[in-house]
């Protein structure tokens, strides 16, 4: 069978473009680029730029699968792609495994990914595999879920998380078996039921480029397993076995920002003693189109404004955002001084809390040997934090397919971008439900006590120091930047941060405290400042992870000295708050280190 080119090598090739057309499956992206085709011949450049685009190479598979526009030719997300990219895994999977080997499928609700998912099953039932379809439009964590749940040996959950609307992706999770085919039985043990990392990556990517065409991967048209909602209700039984439970009225505001996880989240919160909850209507239905933000991540500027209308109408205590597919989970709580009345906590202060709280309750348990993980971004607050409680925490690249894996007695891990995995056993993924279900019985247990989550931070703070972190993220259409960014970067680094001389510098791509060679550079000044810069791994993306410390002796000088001004001013504070002491200072620092780099990329 003729190879069906897959780029252009020598510029503009319109052969190879027909060749695609003629191989493409969905008459929709086929017709499409009949119609570029047409202009590009007439002498259109702008239509011969976007073919040159889409025929420039293959879209990468990855670490993190597949990710890009849905749009035709090879180096976008279409149902050509999509088979292909099935028919490697399935070559893989075959090769490390035999015949019969197990594959759990599911999709979210974005454009095309049914199609992506029905495309899948069919090339794995006619490579003589197994496939298991979820139900339509469920959240990440339930893939990840069946998968363990299932003993299967590979997952694929067609989703593009937070990207924009265009967007659609491809990730793939790996069971024991073809890990124990290609690393050590350790290895394995500690992989299965997560993203893949290398070499798997590179292994399916060889199989990938070998598929000649779409033509040439069968497709069966039925034969594969299609699971209940029974899936559903076992993964809320497992939430029920956290144990976590709420313990005072709370009042929450919960929205899923169009995505699939909105039932799961209620149903979860409900059978866990939750029944003041307040759905944002507008966001809870999936739609693909996200009508209600500019984009679908609960990080982003804007993204929880329906949240916080709702919540001053209702006078909710908690804002619970799930991200389209639900693997992430973000909170905001009241707050008198903010003009909208809420603040939304960061990442990496809902990691310290729930990892404070899992520690805190292991140790009255007697449990030893529990590992807490988070990635290397993310903040040093949970280390100083579990080691209080006499517990380990460990450094990881970022991404959860490396804090799923960092360790057989892994027990909580977290990553700055809202990424909390509470039940590692289970779901070897960040799971933005059980991670909200968890966090939302901290802060009934909190209230029950006569205490807040705000007064949780400051307890925290004022026992291991406050560790204060700021996100900076410079998005590029030109991605042929960042690298010239990260190269000036290693070549001549700043001399300081905030005023302190820079003690350390840090090439990651030479690896780092036993971590594996990353794209990245660490700076540390001589006051514990830290600044670690990066290109994204899915978005074109150069970003700078910025955190600041004050050391307990520190917040206790600036409540003092708080304390003394209000007594010479004739007026009373209430308990010393760390956050209300030093939190205008750090933020000064975190501001000028945010000029500093801004300055330094001229970006």
């Not at 080997?101 to 069919?122: H, L, M, N, P």
């Not at 265009?166 to 999770?173: L, P, S, T």
């Not at 076992?234 to 920002?257: H, K, Q």
């Not at 809202?418 to 590692?424: A, I």
């Amino acid at each position: 069978m003729t190879r069906v080119a897959d780029r252009f090598t020598n510029g503009f090739d319109a052969e190879v473009v027909r060749a695609w057309i003629a191989d493409d499956p969905d008459p929709q992206t086929a017709i499409s680029l009949e119609h570029i085709l047409a202009e590009a011949e007439s002498g259109d450049e702008a239509a011969v730029a976007d073919l040159e685009d889409r025929f420039s190479g293959p879209l990468v598979f990855g670490t993190a699968g597949l990710r890009g526009e849905i749009a035709a030719g090879p180096n976008r997300m279409n149902r050509a792609v999509v088979i292909r990219a099935a028919a490697g895994l399935a070559a893989f999977l075959a090769d490390a495994v035999g015949e019969g080997f197990q594959v759990v499928i599911g999709c979210d609700a974005r454009y095309k990914s049914a199609e992506f998912a029905a495309d899948t099953a069919a090339v794995i039932t006619a490579a003589g595999g197994v496939a298991i379809q979820l139900p339509e439009q469920l959240p990440t964590p339930l893939l990840a879920y069946a998968l363990l749940k299932r003993g299967a040996d590979a997952g694929v959950m067609v989703t593009a998380s937070h990207n924009p609307p265009a967007d659609n992706g491809y990730k793939v999770y790996l069971g024991q078996r073809p890990l124990q085919e290609i690393g050590s039985e350790a290895d394995a043990l500690a992989g299965s039921g997560a993203q893949i990392v290398s070499p798997a990556d590179a292994l399916i990517a060889e199989k990938i480029a070998a598929v000649e065409s779409v033509a040439s991967a069968p497709r069966a048209e039925s034969g594969w397993q299609h699971l209940d909602e029974s899936i559903v209700e076992d993964y809320l039984s497992r939430i029920d076995d956290l144990g976590v439970r709420a313990e005072s009225d709370l009042s929450i505001v919960l929205t899923s920002l169009h995505g699939v996880g909105a039932g799961v989240a209620e149903a979860a919160l409900t059978r866990t003693g939750f029944t003041s909850l307040h759905p944002v209507a507008s966001q809870q239905a999936p739609d693909p189109d996200f009508p209600t933000v500019s984009f679908p991540n609960p990080e982003e500027a804007g993204a929880l404004d329906e949240s916080f209308a709702l919540a001053r109408a209702v006078g909710a205590e908690l804002i619970i955002a799930n991200d389209p597919d639900a693997d992430r989970f973000s909170a905001a709580i009241p707050d008198e001084s903010a003009a909208i009345g809420y603040r939304q906590l960061s990442g990496d202060e809902v990691g310290l809390l729930l990892g404070e709280d899992l520690a805190g309750r292991l140790a009255e348990s007697g449990s030893d040997g529990a590992v807490f993980a988070n990635s290397i971004v993310s903040s040093r607050a949970l280390a100083a934090a579990v080691k209080s409680h006499g517990f380990a925490a460990v450094n990881t690249l970022t991404g959860f397919k490396w804090i799923s894996r960092a360790s057989l007695g892994l027990v909580f891990g977290y990553e700055e971008a809202l990424g909390y995995c509470v039940d590692p056993m289970i779901v070897r993924d960040k799971d933005g439900i059980s991670a909200a279900v968890t966090f939302a019985a901290l802060a009934s247990r909190l209230k029950a006590a006569g205490s807040s989550i705000e007064a949780e931070l400051d307890r925290i703070r004022n026992r291991d120091g406050y560790f204060a972190t700021a996100p900076l993220s410079f998005r590029l259409d030109d991605v042929s930047i960042i690298g010239t960014a990260m190269a000036k970067l290693r070549e001549n680094p700043p001399a300081a941060l905030a005023g302190s001389p820079v003690a350390e510098v840090h090439d990651l791509s030479a690896g780092y405290e036993g971590l594996p060679p990353t794209d990245g550079i660490l700076l540390r000044s001589e006051s514990n400042s830290r600044v670690i810069v990066r290109p994204s791994g899915t978005e074109p993306k150069l970003k700078c992870y910025l955190e600041v410390v004050a050391e307990p002796s520190e917040i206790q000088a600036a409540a003092e000295a708080d304390a003394r001004a209000a007594a010479s001013a004739g007026v009373r504070l209430p308990t010393a708050s760390a956050s209300a002491s030093l939190k205008p200072a750090l933020t000064e620092r975190l501001n000028t280190i945010t000029t500093e780099l801004k300055t330094f990329f001229a970006l």
